[in-house]
């Protein structure tokens, strides 16, 4: 990659003229960029830059090799015997099976999530398996336009394969730019349909953001996907904070069989972009999901905690909450039919519980049952942050 290529990719650009009289039907778009229901807050740029490139856990990197699952040519030859399968590759990288399709979604193979070739965070693993032996794919799926869920490389690669690529508003410019046909690029606006023959899949709200430079903020939408065949249901979040939106996408397009809810790369500094494992169980109550797959962690150092306490923590809250979580091995597939992986392969580590590490959006108090003076929930489902000490 050329230096003038990671400079331009880093800086970012915004959206065409064209692209902005487009979106000018979008009720996403407001004053020229498209925004969140909710008003995002977001603590001081200053210290979470200083927080993160000096401080945090001193576990924030594995300082030993995964037991990860390689996998290769021919491997997913045979289909789900379900009709549904999912294989998580790390962060939010998963390849889904469902309805007779091979779905990817966001993939990622690159070395960094970043712009430039030498900086920003790298993964604590290889890929799993090479992009010449994923099995024939019938689309990809991406969420948003950051650089660890848009991977350049793999998409300039995948279109050669003549693919198609569904998306948000707005993230087709970045494709058209690298050289991928229009004819390959369908772009969906919150609560818009794709469909595959029998399997429909709607574009859900999130909470979020974008841009991939200094530029461009704002100038593509972000969203979630809700999956439905005429056996199954599957929703993905995307990244996203909490959000009133969910108990619509769960009325509207559930129950699920299973949520793909991220859980990393969370901090109070930044709580309404993420949600973080407490956050990702209500919402996964809210989507009415069945089985829960952790997400958005295990692969890239973007946040200041530990890298193992996303996992620990939504294994807590999920204990509370009485939810099935499954726990993979990065490149491990499963089917909810079969035995559900729980396999705790990540090693103990010290983390911070929700109550010396405490998580909330803003404006979502609502969505959380009260907690009596003994800490125990009012209500069914997960209580607040207070309730898990001791947990």
């Known amino acids: 990659m050329s230096i003038w290529h990671s400079l331009r990719e880093g800086i970012g650009f915004g959206a065409s003229s064209l692209d902005r009289t487009r979106f000018s039907a979008s009720p996403q778009w407001r004053d020229g960029r498209f925004r969140t229901v909710l008003p995002r807050k977001d603590g001081s740029m200053l210290t979470a830059a200083l927080k993160f490139f000096f401080g945090g856990s001193p576990n924030r990197i594995p300082d030993a090799p995964l037991p990860v699952v390689t996998r290769r040519q021919g491997e997913f030859d045979v289909p789900p015997a379900s009709g549904l399968r999912v294989?998580?590759?790390g962060h939010s990288t998963m390849l889904l099976e469902i309805s007779g399709r091979r779905i990817l979604i966001d993939p990622v193979w690159s070395d960094r999530a970043s712009g430039f070739a030498s900086i920003g965070p790298r993964r604590f693993f290889p890929p799993l398996i090479a992009l010449a032996d994923l099995p024939a794919l019938d689309l990809v799926v991406l969420s948003h336009d950051h650089y660890d869920h848009l991977d350049e490389a793999v998409i300039r690669r995948l279109a050669?394969?003549?693919l198609r690529f569904l998306m948000p508003l707005g993230v087709g410019a970045h494709l058209r730019r690298w050289g991928v046909s229009p004819a390959q690029i369908v772009e969906v606006d919150w609560w818009e349909e794709f469909h595959l023959d029998d399997l429909t899949i709607t574009a859900t709200p999130a909470r979020h953001f974008s841009g991939r430079g200094l530029v461009d903020h704002g100038q593509s939408l972000w969203t979630g996907y809700a999956f439905a065949s005429p056996r199954h249901r599957v929703y993905y979040a995307g990244d996203t904070a909490m959000q009133d939106e969910f108990a619509a996408i769960?009325?509207?397009l559930g129950p699920f069989d299973l949520s793909m809810m991220e859980v990393g790369a969370y901090n109070a500094l930044w709580a309404d972009v993420h949600l973080g494992p407490e956050q990702a169980i209500r919402g996964h109550q809210l989507v009415?999901?069945?089985?829960?797959l952790p997400i958005h962690w295990g692969l890239f150092d973007l946040a200041l905690h530990g890298w193992t306490e996303p996992i620990e923590r939504t294994l807590?809250?999920?204990?509370?909450?009485?939810?099935?979580?499954?726990?993979?091995?990065p490149g491990e597939s499963f089917?909810?039919?079969a035995q559900i992986p729980v396999t705790r392969w990540w090693p103990e580590l010290p983390w911070q519980t929700a109550v010396e590490a405490p998580l909330r959006s803003s404006g979502v108090d609502h969505l959380f049952p009260a907690v009596n003076a003994s800490g125990a929930a009012e209500t069914a489902g997960i209580a607040g942050p207070e309730s898990l000490e001791g947990a």
């Open 87 to 89: 294989t998580w590759f």
């Open 160 to 162: 050669t394969a003549g």
């Open 250 to 252: 769960g009325e509207r």
């Open 288 to 292: 009415r999901g069945g089985v829960l």
């Open 316 to 329: 807590v809250a999920a204990r509370q909450a009485a939810i099935t979580v499954a726990t993979p091995r």
């Open 335 to 337: 089917e909810l039919t």
